[in-house]
């Protein structure tokens, strides 16, 4: 029997590194328990019903940015949880993520579609490392990023 998993980032600010992933992995902010908030509700208003629900709740302000997940409006991948950690990042991060950008495209057209999704990170906050050209047969060619946090990723 196959088991579900949930990729778990620690971060100095949660919020913010869970808007940047629900972005780059067309995800959605996970609402507070008991909520009927719809997959297409904006981020702002689920981070809004969550500064209710933690009011409610009696957790203090200073600690309500504390973490934050995303999750698959679909239903069928992953939970990404993001926990503040108060340490900063200090290395390579031993595990990354693979964000499968051009499923199904080889040569030039990947690369382009690569580049394309590259920009568009960028814009919302990742920084460009380094690009691989293709290497037939053992390499299609990919992107090397790193998110807000400094957490490195690969578009591929």
Same mark, same amino acid.
């Given at each position: 029997?196959?088991?579900?998993?949930?990729?778990?980032?620690?971060? &100095?600010?949660? %919020?913010?590194?869970?808007?940047?992933?629900?972005?780059?992995?067309? *995800?959605?902010?996970? +609402?507070? @328990?008991? #909520?009927?908030?719809?997959?297409?509700?904006?981020?702002?208003?689920?981070?809004?019903?969550?500064?209710?629900?933690?009011?409610?709740?009696?957790?203090?302000?200073?600690?309500?940015?504390? &973490?934050?997940? %995303?999750?698959?409006?679909?239903?069928?991948?992953?939970?990404?949880? *993001?926990?503040?950690? +108060?340490? @900063?990042? #200090?290395?390579?991060?031993?595990?990354?993520?693979?964000?499968?950008?051009?499923?199904?495209?080889?040569?030039?057209?990947?690369?382009?579609?690569?580049?394309?999704?590259?920009?568009?990170?960028?814009?919302?906050?990742?920084?460009?490392?380094?690009?691989?050209?293709?290497?037939?047969?053992?390499?299609?060619?990919?992107?090397?990023?790193?998110?807000?946090?400094?957490?490195?990723?690969?578009?591929?």
């Amino acid at each position: 029997m196959s088991r579900d998993i949930q990729v778990t980032f620690d971060a &100095a600010d949660p %919020i913010r590194l869970s808007l940047f992933w629900a972005e780059a992995l067309d *995800f959605v902010i996970q +609402p507070p @328990p008991g #909520s009927n908030l719809p997959p297409a509700t904006p981020a702002s208003e689920v981070l809004d019903a969550w500064t209710s629900f933690l009011t409610q709740a009696g957790v203090p302000p200073e600690r309500h940015g504390s &973490a934050s997940a %995303i999750v698959d409006p679909t239903g069928s991948r992953p939970r990404v949880f *993001f926990q503040q950690v +108060p340490e @900063p990042k #200090s290395a390579k991060n031993r595990v990354h993520l693979d964000v499968r950008a051009a499923p199904g495209l080889d040569g030039d057209e990947r690369m382009a579609a690569l580049e394309q999704e590259c920009e568009r990170l960028v814009a919302l906050g990742a920084t460009r490392v380094k690009r691989f050209e293709p290497a037939p047969p053992m390499s299609g060619g990919h992107i090397v990023m790193t998110d807000p946090e400094g957490n490195e990723f690969c578009l591929d």
